[in-house]
């Protein structure tokens, strides 16, 4: 069964093209068929980008599992004095992180295909990743990618996510707190929690 994890998606790829404002910056994105969140920034990944703060340690930062991009280029276009990576599985999101990254006349950001294996990042340590879990992949996956998140921060890094009450946030934070020294709510809204990891 085709999901937007898969890593070549075979549905007719349909797209659509959107304007969003953020902080009065501008911003157009394309999204797809096939790629998660088609036609609009899901309330999620909006969320975790309001309640993002930057590290002070100094380090890039990580959109890992980005979709077609939104979360990495609003924060890439915030954030001009760091570079920012992107990495997904799917062919069709790393096509359309591209053409955002082009539309958006982003300067410090790349995408790269990855299925979240550390060695395909070149194993760079990251000051920050964020992340918005694909949660249909099921508990056991997720919690894989968060250990590899883990893996590919720097000393003092923090890593962000977004995760539903309903979709199992009470045992992501409690396994997150078996392997970060430090795991705090930061903000929530309409059953939506944002964890930093520290």
């Not at 893996?151 to 009450?165: A, P, R, S, Y």
């Amino acid at each position: 069964m085709e999901h937007y994890y898969s890593k070549n998606p075979q549905s007719t790829f349909v797209t659509e093209t959107w304007k969003y404002s953020f902080n009065d910056i501008h911003f157009t994105f394309t999204s797809g068929s096939g790629v998660f969140s088609k036609g609009r920034i899901d309330f999620g990944s909006e969320l975790l980008i309001k309640s993002f703060q930057m590290p002070s340690s100094e380090g890039n930062i990580l959109d890992f599992g980005c979709g077609y991009g939104a979360i990495g280029i609003i924060l890439a276009k915030t954030y001009k004095n760091r570079k920012f990576s992107m990495i997904d599985i799917n062919e069709r999101a790393i096509a359309l992180t591209k053409k955002n990254i082009e539309q958006n006349n982003v300067n410090n950001a790349q995408v790269i295909h990855s299925d979240g294996i550390v060695s395909l990042v070149n194993q760079e340590k990251f000051a920050a990743i964020v992340m918005n879990p694909p949660i249909r992949t099921g508990k056991a996956k997720i919690y894989e990618l968060f250990a590899q998140g883990k893996q590919m921060l720097l000393f003092d890094g923090e890593m962000w996510i977004v995760i539903q009450k309903k979709q199992g946030a009470a045992s992501a934070q409690k396994y997150l707190s078996e392997i970060f020294s430090d795991v705090a709510i930061v903000n929530r809204k309409k059953g939506y929690i944002i964890l930093r990891c520290k």
